[in-house]
């Protein structure tokens, strides 16, 4: 991520940042710290009263800016997450309406407005201890997360798996069990009996004795004055009615009938649509172009000329794109037309065999431990292409000094100021509407929105409202990729086939020790960052860091079992602490799996272990190479520990898209460059897992250790290259080094 | 000249400029947003609406050449009384969309496999479903179409009186 070009804001926040490195993720930093969060302990009082202003306009009544609940009884939850799908925000109202004791069926969920009011504050370190005096939760968080939450304070960010095990636990929870105490309080006053005699039962405050009880509703006015309490007893889980339970995602019924209104769906009358292409090789400028091709094209309007990208105007798609194709833009290179795939993996290779370090985290004197002769292994990992399957789209229309900008970003927040700084506006004449989001898996995040700029610009020099879509070849050679990254390991093992020492050396932009979990218990252990930027944007990709480390970590202790002539599952355990929640999710899946079992005649078992995002995650895979030379996985068994799970099936649902995310990138995706430029161009060349290539069947089980929650939306994803790799090895006795498995079949 | 056709059962005349491709007449004309944009080659399936009968991806098909044709999209699919289809509903009992952007061309692609094959085995799927989701909702979209084949035998009969 040291490659991308972004705004950084001071942040308002009073943390302690030592050691945090400060990125792109503050650009909201306008938000005040607290504002919204939570009723009583606002730090900026006048953002909780917009906010409630603004939520009220349509009736009923606020509590802590993120709950409303209507005289008709409804309940309405203001989310500061986007839901991209992974059932964040059905699993954040499951939270908040379980300590609210609310009636389910009486529940929505719509996005928070995208205002500093509901800056989601709540990841940050001071708020968590300032504000919500649960020290058990703050103190259960390492230093690696805080330092990723703080990325994130003052903002509306989704990633990093942690809408429910932050914002739910730390604000939702508290939220409706504050506000459920606040109704009771106000039916006891109104019922003249006391607070203890009275208890709460779907969306109703019930006195037994008296056999009277009352509707929320009506209660709602009158509560919500008060003062809510800062740290409400929360319930035992024993207690749950709601979460823990497989409630059917709320956004689901919209997604089989065709009425979900995902950003590239919205239309506004005189509306026109605009596509766009930049320069090909990043960091190029646009150096001319003959814009006639184009405007003699049936239906094109305008071709406007950005300083990196040219943009066709039209009455539809169509005309935009084929006005675009009519075009023979000319771009200079920035300087970037020598760099290429193999330049990128020389570079990385050469600051490694230097030996010069960027960053180094290490324990035990590895050097010494290594001795002469260590084994080793180099390993190497493309670009990687989010892929999602609804291309950028946003709709902007400005008018009468006011900008409007429509569509489904992973920070609503971040994008209107972004917008708000494109356009020179003041913030209060920007707004950003919100909408569904068709995938984004890290590719919508703050840092690599350059859409939102591009849409700005357009907009405020048309006259009418315009849409502005990314075609897929733009998406595909634009993205913000998955860094391309090289490693060198080397470890040593005694007569006693333990490991001695253990070195993964690794090229990449961005330092990934903040995220790497290295669980073995060995007596020294080093991991030596060297920083290589290309000219490519770099970005979160699902499960960020972890895709490669895991890779790289869970592939060569591979193949030091092999060294050490030991069962793989056998070999791991030995290295991993007594009685740790890692050995109990690798013995749970070497049972579960039948791992030892006979199997086929050209079919391998492999076994990957990797904690990613504080949840633990082993699959063990059943692999052969088909006749086409194609890997084909017959069987996926997966342990998960998450610490406790709100919605066990959806849930379930992440892990087999995670899986499956793993998997496809692993058999068969790379973004490739040749002279500065991307070289696939669609999803042609770009080839994603399929139904015939997905395993039929994910064998999914949940250990729920009752550890602090992990996440869940990314850590399917790690282990399941190197599982596959090792059953590949396990079938055919060839090791799998560099990904993804196709290319090196075919070479 | 306007292309005469019928979308959803309803005759409609089309002012696009012949080229242009049936999932923008659908999208951008007729204002029918639940079929999606996805990769424009025909190679995700995302836009995938049936034209007479058959499955097809709208990104790459002139409109010109649908002429005459039935075309139905995803909103065409619920039953006259507002019904969802027997596809849908196993969708929404499976909870399979997660983003849900390609689950519109999903499940026209296994409708019109369920109307070919009736019962589709393991390898039938296989074959006929090859639209992509990036979210990885194959398991739960082979768990779906397996429920709804019943289901979607009886539906396909006329009214049998009750739901």
Redesign the interface.
Known sequence: MADTPATEVQPAAPAKRKGVKRRAFLIGGVAVVGAGLFGISIADRNAAKSAKALLESDGGHIFATWLKIGEDDSITIYSPHTDIGQGSNTGLAQMLAEELDAAWDQVRVVSAPAEPAFANVGLGRAFLADMTRQPAIINGIPQSFLSFIARQMNLQMTGGSTALRFTGRVTFQNVGAATRLALVETAAKRLAVPVAELTTQDSHVIHAKSGRSLRYGELAAEAATLSLDNAPKLKDPSQYRIMRQSMQRLDIPAKVDGSAQYGIDFSVPDMRVATIMAAPVRGGKLTSVDTAPALAVKGVEKVIKLDDAVAVVAKGYWPAISGLRALTPQFSDGGNGGISTASIFKAQGDLMAKGDADGEASDGDVQAGLGAQPIEANYQVPFLHHAMMEPFALTAHFKDGKLNIWGGMQDPLATKMMAVDVSGLDADDVNFHPMIIGGSFGRRLPMYMEIVGQVTKLAMQLPYPVKLIWSREEEVAQGAYRPQSSAALKASLTKEKRLAAYRNDYAQPESAESETVFPYALPAVSRRHFAHVSNQQTGAWRSVNSTQQGFYNESFMDELAHAAGEDPVVFRRNHLKAGSRHVRVLDEVAARSGWGSPLPAGTGRGVALVESFRTIVAHVIEASIGEDGMPKVHKVTTVVDAGSIVNPDAAMAQIEGGTIMGLSSAIGEAITLENGAVQQSNLADYPLLKMAGAPLEIDIHFLNSGADMGGIGEPGVPPAAPALANALFAATGKRVRNLPILTQAKA | MAIQTSINGKPVALA??P???LL?VI???L???????????A??G?CTVHVDGEPTRSCSLPVSEVAGKSIT???G??SADGR?HAV?QA??SA??????????GQ?MAAVALIEKTGSPS?AQ???A??????????????KAIHAATGQAAKAAKPAEGGA
């Open positions: 696009a400029e080229d242009t491709p923008w999208r951008e004309e204002g029918l947003t639940g079929t999606k944009f996805g990769c424009g080659i190679a995700c995302a999209t995803i909103e699919l619920k969802l849908q969708w929404i909870q399979v969309p997660q983003c849900g952007y390609c689950q519109s499940i393991d799927i296989d074959e479903m090859t639209n992509i989701c990036r979210c990885g909702t194959y398991p739960r979209i082979r």
